[in-house]
T-cell receptor, first 114, second 114 residues
Framework: GENVEQHPSTLSVQEGDSAVIKCTYS??????FPWYKQELGKRPQLIID?????GEKKDQRIAVTLNKTAKHFSLHITETQPEDSAVYFC?????????????FGIGTKLQVIP | ETGVTQSPTHLIKTRGQQVTLRCSSQ?????VSWYQQALGQGPQFIFQ???????GRGNFPPRFSGLQFPNYSSELNVNALELDDSALYLC?????????????FGEGSRLTVL
């Protein structure tokens, strides 16, 4: 089955610096790669996603890149702010057997130091 | 537009007991999936319901079962509770079982098994 590895598990950056989180996946049939942000005690919420026919996508301070050949994708946050502090999960997804199978990484706890 | 709601938010059970968790999907969403999130881990897929049928299942034993109702709300039932079942149980709704796309999560039900 699909395996998603995510690193680092924790990341501390100074406010205004950039943060990068990397994920690798094993199943070449995965074709949708979302990133979710989970603040303490809150629900995971989608912040950005990318499909396998696209190499890069950007939304203001957040960008995601995908390398299908190497089976890895990354989240880039620029000009970090204290409110970016949260746990970030990458995921790999595909439709199989009539349902959407989503496999999450272990999560990265990002701390932005003011 | 009503978001995903779950109940109860917290509950404590003892080993061997049974628990039922409930979820109301986001307005217009016909697909519900359940995830188990252990402390410090990413969400793990339990199963998905579409048109009142379970159409996908992760690596969870049969004592994890569910239902979906005509209004698309759903229940997760866990029998013969074990200590390792202690976790946050997340319900997520989405539009269509045959598409990859955003999952809309509820706030979760935190289960503690003593």
């Amino acid at each position: 089955g699909e395996n998603v590895e995510q690193h680092p598990s924790t990341l501390s950056v100074q406010e205004g610096d950039s943060a990068v989180i990397k994920c690798t996946y094993s199943d070449s049939a995965s074709n949708y790669f979302p990133w979710y942000k989970q603040e303490l005690g809150k629900r995971p919420q989608l912040i950005i996603d990318i499909r396998s026919n696209v190499g890069e996508k950007k939304d203001q301070r957040i960008a995601v890149t995908l390398n299908k050949t190497a089976k890895h994708f990354s989240l880039h946050i620029t000009e970090t702010q204290p409110e970016d502090s949260a746990v970030y999960f990458c995921a790999a997804s595909k439709v199989t057997g009539g349902y959407q199978k989503v496999t999450f990484g272990i999560g990265t706890k990002l701390q932005v130091i003011p | 537009e009503t978001g995903v709601t779950q109940s109860p938010t917290h509950l404590i059970k003892t080993r061997g007991q049974q628990v039922t968790l409930r979820c109301s999907s986001q307005s217009g969403h016909n697909t519900v999936s359940w995830y188990q999130q252990a402390l410090g881990q990413g969400p793990q897929f339990i199963f998905q319901y579409y048109r009142e049928e379970e159409n996908g299942r992760g690596n969870f034993p049969p004592r994890f079962s569910g239902l979906q109702f005509p209004n698309y709300s759903s229940e997760l039932n866990v029998n013969a509770l074990e200590l390792d079942d202690s976790a946050l149980y997340l319900c997520a709704s989405s539009l269509g079982a045959l598409n990859t796309g955003e999952l809309f999560f509820g706030e979760g039900s935190r289960l503690t098994v003593l």
